[in-house]
T-cell receptor, first 111, second 117 residues
Framework: QKEVEQDPGPLSVPEGAIVSLNCTYS??????FMWYRQYSRKGPELLMY????GNKEDGRFTAQVDKSSKYISLFIRDSQPSDSATYLC???????????FGKGTRLSVIA | GAVVSQHPSWVICKSGTSVKIECRSL??????MFWYRQFPKQSLMLMAT?????????EQGVEKDKFLINHASLTLSTLTVTSAHPEDSSFYIC?????????????FGPGTRLTVT
């Protein structure tokens, strides 16, 4: 079993839809959880950062962490064509250890 | 967010030559930088962790004599691909950790596309 599992998609939704992206993980020691957005041929951009369990909201984006289920989610409300990208979840145990990435989910928002 | 730059953004080189890629943190000092490699439609693969003033820590399977990493200052890390071969063609991305932000927040550069002919 891989440490972090993420459905690679592709996921295609109409403009305005609510998008749900998810990752599961096996290492219960993970404490820091991140979501990155990567456009084609660009470096990943940090979208959301969460420590431990709970929800965090930033504009149209909401990140949720459920440590009891080892499950994290990213919700995108009112999705736009500009949201079309690959979304990568990442997590780590402490501040000094490298991130462990999911494979990324390719999202297309159709106008 | 914090800004990380990479140079060059794209490079083509001949087989057997060496290529140097620079990674700079522009508005913060990064004691730790990371180098990743990414193949098309795949996730990032960590190659090495670079700490300022000390030797880099390489991931299993990454040849340290082929991928030379130097973190000479708090704002600059370099990756040199020595004696490059076509199979080294890939997208190389660096990231840096800003110690003034969240303990695990990493900021990525825009990437360098290397093509070896």
């Amino acid at each position: 079993q891989k440490e972090v599992e993420q459905d690679p998609g592709p996921l295609s939704v109409p403009e305005g839809a609510i998008v749900s992206l998810n990752c599961t993980y096996s290492n219960s020691a993970f404490q820091y959880f991140m979501w990155y957005r990567q456009y084609s041929r660009k470096g990943p951009e940090l979208l959301m950062y969460t420590y431990s369990s709970g929800n965090k909201e930033d504009g149209r984006f909401t990140a949720q962490v459920d440590k009891s289920s080892k499950y994290i989610s990213l919700f995108i409300r009112d999705s736009q064509p500009s949201d079309s990208a690959t979304y990568l979840c990442a997590m780590t145990t402490t501040g000094n250890t490298p991130l462990v990435f999911g494979k990324g989910t390719r999202l297309s928002v159709i106008a | 967010g914090a800004v990380v730059s990479q140079h060059p953004s794209w490079v083509i080189c001949k087989s057997g030559t060496s290529v140097k890629i620079e990674c700079r943190s522009l508005d913060f000092q990064a004691t730790t930088m990371f180098w990743y490699r990414q193949f098309p439609k795949q996730s990032l693969m960590l190659m090495a962790t670079s700490n300022e003033g000390s030797k880099a820590t390489y991931e299993q399977g990454v040849e340290k004599d082929k991928f030379l990493i130097n973190h000479a200052s708090l704002t600059l890390s370099t990756l040199t691909v020595t004696s490059a071969h076509p199979e080294d063609s890939s997208f190389y991305i660096c990231s840096a950790r800003d110690p003034n932000r969240g303990p695990s927040e990493q900021y990525f550069g825009p990437g360098t596309r290397l093509t070896v002919t």
